[in-house]
């Protein structure tokens, strides 16, 4: 089935690890993708705080789409038909059974504190920006930083407008609790949190609570459903394919409708996945187990129709 996929770090991985971008012993590649019927995979770059702080943040980043940019056309130069989406014309012509593709960053760091770097990131082909991941940096805190009781900042409520200025999709995934409800309040587009749970079911804080959750409905937000065992258990041992059911089912009833959830893997990014979700080839028998569980179109919606709807009204 052609998927929607709103978050893997897998981009780190062929960084650093000098892999291909369409086969490797990752948890993620095009081919797997390809044979799983296709999909639209968001490719998001982790800039790690120890990075950005020494201000190496946009020079990390530029390797990072230096890999990207070299992956596509390794594709290519296969024959895939590797699909970029940098505009909302694009969304209309994601062709199935294909590799499609949308650049993003994680971790708000990237850009120096420069709002001139992320029109760059732009032009270059970025789509989607992670604010902040956990730690404090130029435009937030993050969840490490819930003490502080501290939202945006003026250079980071400055991103938010440029971000829905350009058409970037804003993601609250990793943020304090003060500063989600300062983006939602400053925002003028919908937001998305990429790779979130539900708090109510796990207690971690990097998971949503039903608060955030019904305010992302009632925006016209989205929610990606990350795959790490401890945002779904408290035990990360118990993750399972149910675990994500779990929380599918109760983030739908909280929210009051399917029409604002999908995935946000976090493939390559989690160290503890469910046992028996451990790629993106075991996106298979989990929508074995959710056809049993919820309607055909509502699979149609969380596989894809919601995600490509969500960016039809940012980009």
Not at 12 to 30: G, V
Not at 153 to 170: C, I, K, S, Y
Not at 296 to 315: C, F, P, S, W
Request: charged fraction near 25%; aromatic fraction near 10%; proline fraction near 2%.
């Amino acid at each position: 089935m052609f998927l929607v996929d709103c978050h893997c770090d897998t981009l780190s991985e062929l960084y650093k690890q000098n892999k291909s971008l369409y086969a490797n012993d990752l948890m993620l590649d095009a081919a797997r993708i390809i044979k799983n019927g296709g999909g639209l995979q968001f490719m998001a770059m982790f800039i790690p705080t120890e990075v950005f702080r020494t201000g190496a943040g946009a020079t990390y980043t530029l390797k990072l789409i230096d890999t990207y940019l070299r992956g596509l056309k390794e594709l290519e130069s296969k024959g895939v038909r590797a699909h970029r989406i940098l505009k909302k014309e694009d969304l209309a012509q994601l062709p199935n059974g294909q590799f499609n593709t949308l650049l993003a960053i994680e971790e708000g760091g990237a850009l120096d504190g420069s709002i001139e770097v992320l029109r760059v990131y732009y032009e270059l082909g970025v789509r989607c920006m992670t604010l902040v991941w956990s730690n404090r940096n130029d435009i937030a805190d993050g969840v490490n930083e819930e003490c502080s009781k501290s939202g945006l900042t003026q250079f980071g409520r400055q991103v938010v407008a440029e971000m829905n200025r350009l058409g970037m999709a804003v993601d609250v995934s990793h943020i304090s609790t003060y500063g989600f409800w300062d983006v939602l309040e400053h925002s003028t587009k919908p937001i998305i949190a990429t790779h979130s749970c539900a708090y109510s079911l796990c207690d971690h804080p990097r998971n949503l609570r039903d608060d955030q959750l019904k305010a992302l409905a009632k925006t016209g937000g989205f929610v990606g459903i990350n795959f790490a065992g401890q945002f779904l258990e408290k035990d990360w041992n118990d993750a399972c394919i149910e675990s994500v059911y779990r929380h599918l089912a109760y983030m739908m009833d909280v929210m009051g409708c399917d029409d604002y959830l999908g995935f946000g893997s976090d493939f390559d990014g989690i160290s503890h996945p469910p046992y028996n979700l451990c790629g993106v080839q075991d996106f298979v028998p989990l929508f074995d187990l959710l056809s049993k569980k919820f309607s055909d179109e509502t699979i149609r919606k969380l596989a894809y129709k919601n995600g490509i709807a969500y960016l039809e009204k940012v980009l």
